[in-house]
């Protein structure tokens, strides 16, 4: 089973944030979180992933509470082709990655 | 830079035929190399992964097996098909450096029917 938990859909009007959130309570020590996304009919793209600290690159930010149980992905300006089917993972650097359903968001103009 | 290579990009195949998947990868030696599957409407199901040359994992029983001939190399492979097996199958590359965690890289995908 996946050890995190996201909302199955959201919307976002293109053009504004869009924060998907992640909840992840039993994470380890040494355990990421990592966000991909899959566009219909294409192979997952890996996004970010962070430990402890909030990391943005030029796709989007991440946001991990303190005590490391949740986290937000950010997409500051949410454009048509952002819309996908968004996944929150938690893994350590050694061990394979487990997808869960993630959320579906929907970007409308 | 890094690149992986899948084919053929969709395939249609009866029940009871063979199957061979070829995935590729350029670029990066060594790497961390996994089969997932994505059934009709359903989640990424990681089905093989290999960590080095002639070693494979697997996480599920299945009609199928994997095989790494080369480094950056990962076949899949049936028999003899099932219905199940089809869905959208993916390929990812991963190294796995030191000091740092490095996500996966997939391929293109191929979505297999069998009928």
């Known amino acids: 089973d996946a050890k995190t938990t996201q909302p199955p859909s959201m919307d976002c009007a293109e053009g504004r944030a869009a924060n998907l959130p992640c909840n992840h309570s039993?994470?380890?020590?040494?355990?990421?979180v990592y966000w991909y996304r899959q566009i219909h009919s294409q192979g997952p793209q890996y996004i970010i992933h962070?430990?402890?600290n909030n990391e943005t690159n030029e796709m989007a930010s991440l946001i991990i509470t303190e005590d490391r149980k949740s986290s937000t992905l950010i997409l500051p300006h949410a454009t048509l082709r952002d819309t996908a089917v968004y996944y929150c993972?938690?893994?350590?650097?050694?061990?394979?990655?487990?997808f869960g359903k993630g959320t579906m968001l929907l970007v409308s103009p | 830079s890094q690149t992986i290579h899948q084919w053929p990009a969709t395939l249609v195949q009866p029940v009871g035929s063979p199957l061979s998947l070829e995935c590729t990868v350029e670029?990066?030696?060594?790497?961390?190399l996994y089969w997932y599957r994505q059934a009709a409407g359903r989640g990424l199901q990681l089905l093989f992964y290999?960590?080095?040359?002639?070693?494979i994992s697997s996480e599920v029983p299945q009609n199928l097996s994997a095989s790494r001939p080369q480094d950056r190399q990962f076949i899949l492979s049936s028999k003899k098909l099932l219905l199940s097996d089809s869905g959208f199958y993916l390929c990812?590359?991963?190294?796995?450096?030191?000091?740092?965690?490095?996500?996966?890289?997939f391929g293109s995908g191929t979505r297999l029917t069998v009928v």
């Open positions: 670029g990066t030696s060594n790497p961390n």
């Open positions: 990812a590359w991963r190294n796995i450096g030191t000091g740092e965690n490095y996500g996966y890289t």
């Open positions: 993972i938690v893994s350590s650097g050694y061990s394979t990655l487990t």
């Open positions: 039993t994470i380890s020590g040494n355990e990421y």
């Open positions: 962070g430990l402890k």
């Open positions: 290999s960590v080095g040359i002639g070693q």
